[in-house]
């Protein structure tokens, strides 16, 4: 198999009974395999872009509890759509499945539609998606690659280079393409994204891996460096001072603005620390001369991009101190009464200065 595959008919025919037997044999027993709704569908895709499948189960479940259909979700106010996301992490995802939900209901009765053209037309319907909805979901011949499936083509073809560099993904989605078993296109797409999550992946198991006899880079001894490692990347680190104030048991929370970091989730109000800035004082400054008191927890997390470190200070006063910007809102919270959603830092923040969440 070559850079750009032209593949004779026998050694594919061989390719799709040997993948697709192994599939159908092997597969993880997944709630979202054992449905044909298209919504439902759509939902457990957008949950499992960057998220592991464990994390995504229970996510999977609840959510469909409280937004059983499009129409449900396109009615629901994104508040409450957040909500039911916290924790899952990577918000704008939401943000976009909310926004394509009253696309669908506006543009399509509330159905969303089995056309690939009109699929990409709706928010957060990158090509990834829509092939891999498309295909799942109604049929379409449309050949879907994530890293899973880049990491097996470019170790059938012994491709050199990073698969996310744009020419090298142009080559494996014609190589995709060009496998593809257009009448069973879902399966095929499905069975490429298990074989690389379970089988195929940075340790490949190639003595269990159907495609053994298929994967050039096998064959010459090449299955480890190919595709190569991503060299670590510096995250820079942002530095949050966070205040926690408290009346009875109602904890201040404030709202942040609809685009940006953590955008339209609630958190405890907290001020961007500079390089050497003691947070203490900045906090207090920030918070218009409050009384801040001692530090009652931290909270560290790696973020997509960066490196979030938050430290939590007790806030003194008669009154709710006085937030700013970037907040849109700020409110005093009773327990159980928490609104719309929170980050997991949020929550653990929360946690760590010994607020019941």
């Not at 189960?57 to 909500?83: G, K, S």
Request: proline share 8%; glycine share 10%.
């Amino acid at each position: 198999m070559e850079s750009s595959p032209s593949i004779p008919p026998r050694a594919l025919r061989a390719l799709h009974k040997d993948v697709l037997a192994w599939y159908r044999r092997s597969a993880r027993d997944l709630p979202w395999r054992r449905t044909r709704d298209p919504y439902r569908i759509w939902v457990s895709e957008i949950m499992l872009q960057q998220t592991r499948v464990e994390v995504v189960r229970p996510y999977w479940q609840r959510f469909l509890e409280r937004f059983p259909t499009v129409e449900a979700l396109a009615n629901a106010p994104e508040d409450e759509v957040l909500a039911a996301w916290s924790g899952l992490g990577y918000y704008g995802r939401a943000r976009s499945l909310h926004r394509a939900a009253k696309a669908v209901v506006e543009r399509h009765g509330g159905t969303l539609p089995a056309d690939a053209a009109a699929l990409a037309q709706l928010p957060g319907f990158g090509p990834y998606t829509v092939a891999a909805v498309g295909s799942i979901a109604f049929g379409l011949p449309l050949a879907a690659v994530d890293g899973n499936i880049a990491r097996v083509l470019a170790r059938w073809l012994c491709l050199e280079g990073d698969p996310r560099a744009g020419a090298q993904r142009a080559r494996l989605q014609r190589a995709a393409e060009a496998f593809l078993p257009p009448e069973l296109a879902g399966d095929w797409n499905q069975a490429l994204m298990e074989l690389g999550a379970t089988i195929c992946g940075r340790n490949p198991a190639c003595l269990a891996c159907p495609a053994q006899a298929h994967c050039l880079a096998r064959r010459r001894g090449r299955q480890g460096e190919i595709p190569p490692p991503r060299s670590a990347r510096q995250r820079p680190v942002l530095r949050l001072a966070a205040a926690l104030y408290r009346r009875g048991d109602a904890v201040l929370l404030a709202k942040r603005p609809p685009e940006g970091l953590f955008a339209s989730l609630w958190e405890l109000p907290a001020v961007e620390l500079g390089e050497g800035e003691a947070p203490a004082a900045r906090l207090a400054e920030w918070l218009g001369g409050a009384e801040v008191g001692e530090e009652v927890g931290s909270v560290e997390q790696i973020l997509t991009h960066r490196e979030l470190r938050v430290q939590v200070f007790a806030i003194g006063g008669a009154h709710p101190p006085r937030v700013g910007a970037p907040y849109v809102e700020a409110r005093l919270v009773e327990p159980g009464g928490l609104p719309g959603g929170l980050s997991s830092a949020a929550r653990k923040a929360l946690r760590a200065a010994g607020v019941r969440v």
